[in-house]
Protein backbone atom coordinates (compact mmCIF):
# COMPACT_ATOMS: atom_id res chain seq x y z
CA UNK A 1 0.00 0.00 0.00
CA UNK A 2 2.88 2.74 0.78
CA UNK A 3 4.55 1.41 -1.94
CA UNK A 4 1.67 2.25 -4.17
CA UNK A 5 0.67 5.56 -2.50
CA UNK A 6 4.67 6.75 -3.34
CA UNK A 7 4.59 5.86 -6.89
CA UNK A 8 1.28 7.77 -7.46
CA UNK A 9 3.34 10.59 -5.74
CA UNK A 10 6.30 10.30 -7.87
CA UNK A 11 4.21 10.46 -10.52
CA UNK A 12 1.98 13.46 -9.34
CA UNK A 13 5.31 15.22 -8.61
CA UNK A 14 6.29 16.77 -12.40
CA UNK A 15 2.65 18.13 -12.78
CA UNK A 16 2.98 19.72 -9.65
CA UNK A 17 6.37 21.68 -10.69
CA UNK A 18 5.05 22.38 -13.77
CA UNK A 19 2.19 24.50 -11.95
CA UNK A 20 4.67 26.14 -9.86
CA UNK A 21 6.52 27.07 -12.55
CA UNK A 22 3.95 28.11 -14.64
CA UNK A 23 3.63 32.00 -15.44
CA UNK A 24 2.14 34.41 -17.35
CA UNK A 25 1.02 34.19 -20.44
CA UNK A 26 1.20 37.82 -23.22
CA UNK A 27 -2.47 37.82 -22.95
CA UNK A 28 -2.66 37.14 -18.81
CA UNK A 29 -0.39 39.97 -18.84
CA UNK A 30 -1.63 42.43 -21.02
CA UNK A 31 -5.11 41.60 -19.62
CA UNK A 32 -3.82 42.41 -16.08
CA UNK A 33 -2.19 45.61 -17.57
CA UNK A 34 -5.13 47.10 -18.81
CA UNK A 35 -7.71 46.08 -15.69
CA UNK A 36 -4.81 48.33 -13.95
CA UNK A 37 -5.10 51.15 -16.17
CA UNK A 38 -9.18 50.84 -16.36
CA UNK A 39 -9.22 50.90 -12.61
CA UNK A 40 -6.81 53.79 -12.41
CA UNK A 41 -8.67 55.77 -15.23
CA UNK A 42 -11.38 54.96 -12.89
CA UNK A 43 -9.94 55.88 -9.64
CA UNK A 44 -7.10 57.84 -7.83
CA UNK A 45 -3.45 57.76 -7.99
CA UNK A 46 -2.24 58.13 -4.68
CA UNK A 47 1.74 59.93 -4.60
CA UNK A 48 3.61 58.89 -1.46
CA UNK A 49 6.31 61.50 -0.53
CA UNK A 50 9.41 60.97 1.11
CA UNK A 51 10.27 62.66 4.49
CA UNK A 52 13.91 61.79 4.82
CA UNK A 53 12.44 61.86 8.75
CA UNK A 54 15.49 59.36 9.68
CA UNK A 55 18.58 61.17 8.12
CA UNK A 56 17.39 64.66 9.77
CA UNK A 57 16.85 62.87 13.14
CA UNK A 58 20.44 61.14 12.57
CA UNK A 59 21.97 64.45 12.13
CA UNK A 60 20.29 65.89 14.74
CA UNK A 61 21.51 63.36 16.96
CA UNK A 62 25.14 63.55 16.03
CA UNK A 63 24.76 67.64 16.43
CA UNK A 64 24.89 68.32 12.36
CA UNK A 65 21.50 71.05 13.29
CA UNK A 66 22.36 72.73 9.86
CA UNK A 67 22.89 70.03 7.55
CA UNK A 68 20.10 68.80 9.09
CA UNK A 69 17.47 71.75 8.38
CA UNK A 70 19.01 71.98 4.64
CA UNK A 71 18.19 68.36 4.09
CA UNK A 72 14.44 69.32 5.52
CA UNK A 73 14.24 72.15 3.16
CA UNK A 74 15.43 70.56 0.37
CA UNK A 75 13.24 67.65 0.89
CA UNK A 76 9.94 70.32 1.22
CA UNK A 77 10.73 71.77 -1.82
CA UNK A 78 10.82 68.78 -3.99
CA UNK A 79 7.65 67.42 -2.41
CA UNK A 80 6.03 71.41 -2.83
CA UNK A 81 6.61 70.59 -6.83
CA UNK A 82 5.61 67.25 -6.80
CA UNK A 83 2.23 68.03 -5.56
CA UNK A 84 2.40 71.28 -7.77
CA UNK A 85 2.77 69.43 -10.77
CA UNK A 86 0.69 66.75 -10.33
CA UNK A 87 -2.12 69.28 -9.67
CA UNK A 88 -1.28 71.15 -12.62
CA UNK A 89 0.32 68.60 -15.16
CA UNK A 90 -1.65 65.50 -14.37
CA UNK A 91 -4.94 64.43 -16.25
CA UNK A 92 -5.31 61.32 -16.19
CA UNK A 93 -6.84 60.77 -12.96
CA UNK A 94 -6.76 62.94 -9.56
CA UNK A 95 -4.40 62.52 -7.11
CA UNK A 96 -3.99 62.58 -3.66
CA UNK A 97 -1.00 62.60 -1.98
CA UNK A 98 0.38 61.58 1.73
CA UNK A 99 3.86 61.12 3.49
CA UNK A 100 5.75 57.82 3.56
CA UNK A 101 5.26 57.60 7.56
CA UNK A 102 1.68 56.50 6.29
CA UNK A 103 2.46 53.62 4.32
CA UNK A 104 1.12 51.14 6.82
CA UNK A 105 -2.31 52.49 6.61
CA UNK A 106 -1.75 52.82 2.72
CA UNK A 107 -0.85 49.04 2.82
CA UNK A 108 -3.76 47.94 4.47
CA UNK A 109 -6.44 50.00 3.62
CA UNK A 110 -6.88 51.56 6.65
CA UNK A 111 -7.82 55.58 6.26
CA UNK A 112 -9.90 55.86 9.42
CA UNK A 113 -7.87 59.30 10.14
CA UNK A 114 -6.53 61.46 8.26
CA UNK A 115 -3.69 62.29 6.81
CA UNK A 116 -3.94 63.29 3.17
CA UNK A 117 -1.67 66.62 2.29
CA UNK A 118 -3.02 69.77 1.11
CA UNK A 119 -0.80 71.76 -1.36
CA UNK A 120 0.88 73.30 1.08
CA UNK A 121 1.82 69.48 3.04
CA UNK A 122 -0.74 70.31 5.84
CA UNK A 123 -3.01 67.18 6.84
CA UNK A 124 -6.22 68.33 5.71
CA UNK A 125 -9.34 66.21 6.90
CA UNK A 126 -11.92 67.07 4.49
CA UNK A 127 -9.51 65.25 1.83
CA UNK A 128 -11.28 61.97 1.87
CA UNK A 129 -10.64 59.07 -0.22
CA UNK A 130 -13.76 57.97 -1.88
CA UNK A 131 -13.13 54.48 -4.18
CA UNK A 132 -11.59 51.24 -3.93
CA UNK A 133 -9.69 51.65 -7.29
CA UNK A 134 -6.04 53.57 -6.96
CA UNK A 135 -2.83 52.90 -7.69
CA UNK A 136 0.38 54.24 -6.25
CA UNK A 137 3.19 56.06 -7.38
CA UNK A 138 6.41 57.65 -5.79
CA UNK A 139 10.01 58.66 -7.03
CA UNK A 140 12.15 56.03 -6.40
CA UNK A 141 13.73 53.08 -8.11
CA UNK A 142 12.86 51.14 -10.92
CA UNK A 143 13.30 47.52 -9.19
CA UNK A 144 13.98 44.04 -11.02
CA UNK A 145 10.72 42.40 -13.11
CA UNK A 146 11.77 38.77 -11.43
CA UNK A 147 9.03 37.24 -13.01
CA UNK A 148 9.33 36.22 -17.31
CA UNK A 149 6.67 36.23 -19.41
CA UNK A 150 5.78 33.05 -21.63
CA UNK A 151 5.51 34.26 -25.23
CA UNK A 152 3.55 32.01 -27.63
CA UNK A 153 4.40 31.52 -30.88
CA UNK A 154 3.38 28.94 -33.81
CA UNK A 155 6.01 27.53 -35.92
CA UNK A 156 5.20 25.48 -39.26
CA UNK A 157 1.31 26.59 -38.59
CA UNK A 158 0.25 24.14 -35.03
CA UNK A 159 3.69 23.90 -33.04
CA UNK A 160 3.00 25.84 -30.20
CA UNK A 161 6.66 26.66 -28.47
CA UNK A 162 7.43 29.01 -25.63
CA UNK A 163 10.33 31.18 -24.77
CA UNK A 164 11.03 33.37 -22.17
CA UNK A 165 12.69 36.39 -21.03
CA UNK A 166 13.30 38.31 -17.88
CA UNK A 167 13.56 41.82 -17.28
CA UNK A 168 17.56 43.56 -15.82
CA UNK A 169 17.88 44.05 -12.62
CA UNK A 170 18.05 48.45 -13.56
CA UNK A 171 17.38 50.10 -10.01
CA UNK A 172 17.66 53.20 -11.74
CA UNK A 173 15.88 56.88 -10.59
CA UNK A 174 12.37 57.01 -11.73
CA UNK A 175 8.88 58.05 -11.45
CA UNK A 176 7.56 54.72 -10.48
CA UNK A 177 3.33 53.44 -10.71
CA UNK A 178 2.49 50.53 -7.75
CA UNK A 179 -0.25 48.31 -6.70
CA UNK A 180 -2.72 49.50 -3.98
CA UNK A 181 -0.11 46.99 -2.29
CA UNK A 182 3.07 48.71 -3.13
CA UNK A 183 3.89 46.36 -6.12
CA UNK A 184 5.81 47.74 -9.03
CA UNK A 185 3.67 46.63 -11.86
CA UNK A 186 5.02 45.08 -15.12
CA UNK A 187 5.27 45.77 -18.28
CA UNK A 188 3.32 46.89 -21.18
CA UNK A 189 1.73 48.83 -18.42
CA UNK A 190 3.11 52.52 -18.04
CA UNK A 191 4.78 51.40 -14.85
CA UNK A 192 7.53 53.75 -14.65
CA UNK A 193 9.59 57.23 -16.58
CA UNK A 194 13.35 57.75 -15.84
CA UNK A 195 14.47 60.75 -13.97
CA UNK A 196 18.29 60.47 -14.71
CA UNK A 197 18.53 61.79 -11.55
CA UNK A 198 22.19 59.89 -11.65
CA UNK A 199 22.84 62.28 -14.79
CA UNK A 200 23.45 65.86 -13.40
CA UNK A 201 23.02 67.30 -16.85
CA UNK A 202 20.35 65.02 -18.07
CA UNK A 203 18.27 64.93 -15.60
CA UNK A 204 14.55 65.56 -16.17
CA UNK A 205 12.81 67.93 -13.99
CA UNK A 206 9.51 66.78 -11.89
CA UNK A 207 7.19 68.48 -14.08
CA UNK A 208 8.82 67.02 -17.15
CA UNK A 209 8.60 63.51 -15.88
CA UNK A 210 5.17 63.72 -14.58
CA UNK A 211 4.21 65.08 -17.69
CA UNK A 212 5.41 61.73 -19.59
CA UNK A 213 3.83 59.44 -16.87
CA UNK A 214 0.66 61.10 -17.78
CA UNK A 215 1.41 61.50 -21.84
CA UNK A 216 1.87 57.67 -21.76
CA UNK A 217 -0.80 56.58 -20.28
CA UNK A 218 -2.90 58.41 -21.89
CA UNK A 219 -1.28 56.68 -25.04
CA UNK A 220 -1.35 53.58 -24.09
CA UNK A 221 -3.61 50.94 -25.65
CA UNK A 222 -4.32 47.16 -25.52
CA UNK A 223 -4.76 47.00 -28.95
Not at 114 to 120: M, Y
Request: aromatic share 14%; hydrophobic share 40%.
Amino acid sequence: MKVRMLLLLMAALPLVLSAQNEVDSNYDLYSYSVNQKMKLAAGVLLVRLETKQRKIDLLKEYGYVDEAEIVFSEQKMKNLEIVRSFTEDFTFCPSLFFYSDHSEEVLHKDFSSPFFLDSNLEIDESIKLSTENYLIAEFGNVQQDTLSVRDFYYQNGNKRKPSYWGAPNFHFGALVVMSDEFIQLRHPFPNYVRTFDSLPLFERAIDKTIKRLDKKLLAYSYF
